[in-house]
């Protein structure tokens, strides 16, 4: 599925559930059907890259400005595949709540995006405040194991949506 209409009306109007904050994830695959996987910056953790929609952005505006804010990524390094047709939630555990204001989770649109430039193109310094310090291409469905336990479900349904999408971009390779 590729961008649609729905991607055009402005974050205020898509947040009818005011309880989840907005944001955009990024699947980014490689020509083996590999995704990109990084690693917070002075933390264990590892993820898929995302981030937040702000107020009066759609989500493709604002997934096209964590791409590149977060992996140093243009227009022109990337080729965008699809997305998830709906928001996907998760709700964070208590002990995470206290910092984070009025939401008690995240709702996200998953974007699936192939790398058409060099893994050399990907920067972790493209912005001044870096949010990754170290990153792989990892098997499709390993993401989904090694996320925190509060995502995996999230991670599980996106990766479930988006993969006929990937299975038909190798399609169109042969």
């Not at 910056?41 to 952005?57: L, M, T």
């Not at 699809?82 to 996200?108: A, M, S």
């Not at 430039?117 to 310090?133: I, K, M, N, Q, Y």
């Amino acid at each position: 599925m590729t961008s649609d209409s729905r991607s055009d009306a402005r974050s205020a109007e898509l947040d009818n559930d005011k309880v989840y904050r907005p944001n955009v994830a990024i699947v980014l695959c490689n020509h083996k059907q590999q995704v990109f996987w990084a690693r917070r910056i002075n933390r264990d953790g590892w993820q898929f890259p995302q981030g937040g929609v702000e107020p009066n952005e759609t989500t493709d505006e604002a997934v096209f400005r964590e791409l590149y804010e977060e992996i140093g990524l243009g227009r022109d390094k990337v080729r965008l595949v699809g997305r998830t047709r709906e928001w996907l939630h998760y709700d964070l555990p208590r002990k995470y709540l206290r910092n984070r204001g009025p939401f008690r989770g995240q709702k996200q649109i998953w974007y699936l995006f192939e790398l058409t430039g060099a893994d050399s193109d990907v920067t972790l310094e493209a912005s001044d405040r870096p949010e990754f310090d170290d990153w792989r291409w990892v098997n499709y469905w390993d993401p989904v194991e090694r996320i925190v336990n509060f995502k995996q479900a999230v991670y599980k349904n996106a990766l479930t949506e988006l993969e006929p999408l990937l299975k038909e971009l190798m399609q169109g390779r042969k």
